[in-house]
């Protein structure tokens, strides 16, 4: 039976723990896993700043080469004890859609799989790597006014990347939906937003897209689910939706987190 971990970060993550390739895979066959996707942050597209303290939310563009390479030989040792994909997880920001394609297309060919997430939302003439911390969070809400509105805008960036026309290398997986929802103890919206998440997944479910089923968010203190809740997670499956299992492991010990408590097909 084919036990998959889909989303999954590496020794190339600068700010992630310097696990190596070998700790990983090591830890998914103990855990029984038989496929990962290894997705490491894309380089952020040309042009863009990074907001985040360390500027360090993506690969830079020069390690790509490598860590490629570090996969295909990867690859070739565990071949016959698990399978082992090539992936990104590619940033979706909005107004940089031709340089995401233009990065696509140069590396496409060497992808197995991938990620298409929203962590960078615009607002108020000014950037935010929403997911960075409560604070972050927090000024976010500040300067738009409500959580609400913080909300509003990631669920229709979401909904952006999902119709974005990214060229024949487009990431087919969409990730950690919800992921808005990451310090909903701290700062809950007044609402669900059930009709924003159904035009996503009605989206998603017209391209044939697949979802990222995020078990970071169940252990994370202030949000305490999965990215999509198994609410969301049941509506895509009844409109034919692929779902995806992803620890989002930034180090081994992150592997298979979430799982237990989640509803896997």
């Known amino acids: 039976m084919k036990k998959v971990d889909g989303h999954i ?7 992630g723990s310097k696990d190596s390739f070998h700790e990983y895979i090591e830890k998914a066959i103990s855990l029984q896993y038989t496929h990962l996707t290894f997705t490491e942050h894309a380089p952020l597209p040309a042009g863009f ?10 690969m830079a563009e020069e390690e790509v080469s490598a860590y490629f390479d570090s996969l295909d030989e990867l690859k070739e040792k565990y071949k016959h004890q698990i399978t082992i994909k090539s992936g990104l997880e590619v940033d979706y920001i909005e107004g940089f859609e031709k ?3 233009d990065f696509l297309n140069s590396w496409g060919d060497r992808l197995d799989d991938s990620i298409l997430s929203v962590h960078f ?3 108020q003439n000014k950037w935010d790597c929403l997911d960075f911390s409560p604070e972050v969070f927090r000024s976010m809400i500040d300067y738009c006014g409500s959580a609400d509105t913080v909300y509003t805008n990631y669920y229709r960036t979401l909904l952006k990347s999902v119709e974005a026309d990214l ?3 487009k990431p087919k997986r969409i990730g950690h939906i919800t992921l808005v929802k990451k310090f909903q103890k701290l700062y809950p919206a007044s ?3 059930t009709h924003e998440i159904e035009k996503i997944l009605k989206a998603v479910a017209e391209r044939g897209l697949e979802l990222d089923y995020n078990g970071a968010g169940i252990i994370k203190p202030h949000c305490g689910e999965s990215y999509p809740p198994k609410d969301i997670i049941d509506r895509a499956h009844s409109l034919g939706i692929k779902t995806v299992y992803g620890s989002d492991a930034h180090s081994a010990n992150g592997l298979d987190q979430g799982r237990h408590t989640m509803k896997l097909k």
Not at 9 to 15: A, E, L, N, S
């Open 9 to 15: 970060h590496t020794p190339f993550c600068p700010h």
């Open 99 to 101: 340089e995401t394609t």
């Open 167 to 169: 060229g024949a290398f």
């Open 49 to 58: 700043t990074d907001t985040t303290p360390d500027r360090d939310s993506g």
């Open 191 to 193: 609402k669900p937003f």
């Open 121 to 123: 939302l615009y607002s």
